[in-house]
């Protein structure tokens, strides 16, 4: 995604339901684009793939670190969140992503909510930037519970480092 790469600071928001079958090239785009140094947070993809950057690819740029999370992320990010009383029909997760590789990169392959991770978090050191990818059903359980608005608030101030106004 050539749009992606025009930006050059601050936080990039994919929208809930983006399908990487759809868009082929976004999941690297976002990737590049926090390389960077423009951290991006993907809300729940409905389909597709990311290929996660590793010593195999050599054209993706490598993280420092890479976390994988559950329901207890959500406590993480705020000890006020219940992981699992917030969505009224007792479903957080809106997908999950299972890995999968051979003889080649580590795929994250979007699925249903119990194959797979609802978090992936990667860090870039060198320019601070982050890259998530949050599988929870934010916008489509925004009117639900305060809890997904105050959700979205605190995984900006994760991926940027400082405090959001509300």
Known sequence: ?????????????????????????????????????????????????????????S???????MEFHREGIIRKLDKRFDPEGWAPDGQSMACGLAFRGERGPVIAEVGSVTDGWPWIELGYAKNNAKFVVCGFGIVGKWADSPTPRYLLVKMLEAVSDRNVKK
């Open 1 to 57: 995604m050539d749009t992606l790469s025009e930006v050059k600071d601050g936080v990039v928001i994919i929208g809930e339901g983006v399908s990487f079958k759809d868009y082929r090239g976004l999941s690297a785009g976002m990737l590049k684009a926090v390389a960077s140094g423009v951290s991006v947070i993907c809300l729940a993809p409905a389909a597709g793939e990311i290929e996660l950057p590793s010593s195999v690819s």
């Open 59 to 65: 054209d993706l740029p490598r993280p420092t670190a």
